[in-house]
């Protein structure tokens, strides 16, 4: 952890991450009622709503810190999920071999080509919306990615030695996958953990945005939706879009400068590359005095 603190790109990232965290937590104590109907329709930014009101009259600030808590809320949760199931699948078909990789492997090849968003959305509009429905299918249509990832690396680390040493010693392969291996992956976890959840976020969000959720629910997926149905675009109403617009975009900015951390503070030889690369100097040419 002293490591990545250290490095600038993660520090970023952690900040802003910590800032909008905050906000989340704390700033619904302090908000107005985001279902009350507190103004005009479409009230621009004042002094009275600093962020302006929606098209009945909502405030808009109120709905923005209120459903950023159940947006990361689903989202970590979701990303958690992905990775331990990837995780677990991923390292039993490369610890195991044999039938059991090429089973898992065919399970793993299947969800891959299956087409994401299609499936997101038929499976949504099946299922009662809810935040429950949306982590289980972001989760189905999620862990695969994780899985072909992981399981190459545990190929990599099952011959050896302390993995030799674990099993002479007698224990069993669960064991061997959780307690051996996959903590010597944790730099890889935790970039899987970071790129789920960054997936999680904005696949909540389109979906709610596409109607797809629960719409008597304040998050920033339906924020965006309620938006679009009060047409903000063709009314010129941007305060009721562009406080969650930016609030996703600075939590994907966040995470992505956390993983780019990552990956500099487990591979220097990436930092010191992005660093030296650069335009090519040139060499001054010394003339021969005639």
Same mark, same amino acid.
């Given at each position: ?78 990303? +958690?999920?992905?990775?331990? #199931? =990837? /995780?677990? @699948? ?6 195991? !071999?044999?039938?059991?990789?090429? *089973? ?84 890889? +976890?935790?970039?899987?953990? #970071? =790129? /789920?959840? @960054? ?6 969000? !389109?979906?709610?945005?596409?109607? *797809? ?78």
């Amino acid at each position: 952890m002293s490591g990545l603190l250290a490095n600038r790109k993660a520090r970023l990232g952690l900040g802003i991450l910590a800032v909008i965290a905050v906000l989340a937590i704390a700033g619904p104590w302090f908000a107005h009622d985001p279902l009350a109907y507190l103004g005009d329709p479409l009230e621009a930014p004042s002094a009275r709503h600093w962020l302006g009101t929606t098209g009945q009259g909502q405030d808009v600030l109120a709905q923005t810190l209120v459903g950023a808590r159940l947006t990361l809320g689903v989202g970590f949760v979701t990303g +958690l999920l992905v990775l331990i #199931i =990837g /995780a677990l @699948i991923g390292g039993t078909a490369g610890y195991l !071999g044999g039938r059991v990789d090429d *089973l898992f492997t065919l399970l793993i090849n299947v969800f891959l080509v299956m087409p994401g968003l299609p499936l997101m959305v038929v499976i949504a509009a099946w299922l009662p919306p809810g935040p429950l429905t949306m982590m289980g299918v972001m989760v189905l249509t999620g862990w695969s990615w994780n899985a072909r990832v992981l399981r190459s690396q545990v190929l990599t680390l099952r011959n050896r030695d302390f993995v030799a040493a674990a099993v002479v010693s007698g224990e069993p392969a669960w064991r061997v996958v959780v307690v051996e291996i996959l903590p010597n992956m944790a730099s890889l +976890l935790a970039s899987a953990f #970071i =790129g /789920a959840t @960054i997936y999680a976020i904005g696949a909540q969000v !389109g979906l709610e945005f596409l109607g *797809l959720g629960d719409l008597s629910l304040v998050t920033w997926g339906t924020n965006l939706y309620w938006a679009t149905n009060d047409a903000a675009l063709i009314t010129g109403s941007w305060w009721t879009f562009v406080p969650t617009g930016l609030g996703v975009a600075l939590t994907g900015f966040a995470l992505s400068l956390i993983n780019f951390g990552i990956d500099e503070v487990t591979n220097p030889r990436l930092a010191a590359t992005r660093h030296v690369a650069g335009p090519p100097r040139s060499t001054p040419v010394m003339r021969e005095e005639p």
